[in-house]
């Protein structure tokens, strides 16, 4: 009954290292809004990861998920600053300007 105990209180150790060991995989990517394009065009991050968009350009953009898991998101229409989003499902995602066709940036989180 004791080696039994024990060899619970390990397992149950070794499961709250894991969990807390997880968020360690996740960070941030920066990503560039430049005039009329993402720089890079295409990315991949984990999950549980953070994309910052940051505008570069002269013209007005923003970020909007068009295709991908999970609800959809979009940023205000920006001249300047950054826009962070937090990935937190697994999948391919299509992130768009809806100003400006054809603007848009391939995501895949694993």
Known sequence: MRKLSLALSLLAIAAVAAAFAIPAFASTK????KDNFFS???TTISRGSTVK??????SPHNVTKSKGP????????KFSGS??????RRGSYTIV???HPGMSLKLVVK
Do not use: D, E, M, Q
Not at 53 to 58: D, F, L, S, T, Y
Not at 71 to 77: I, L, P
């Open 40 to 42: 890079p065009k295409a």
């Open 97 to 99: 300007c809806t100003i």
């Open 70 to 77: 999970g609800v959809k998101f979009r940023s205000a229409n």
């Open 83 to 88: 826009y962070s989003h937090r990935f937190t």
């Open 30 to 33: 920066t990503v560039l809004v």
């Open 53 to 58: 968009w940051v505008w570069r350009g002269n």
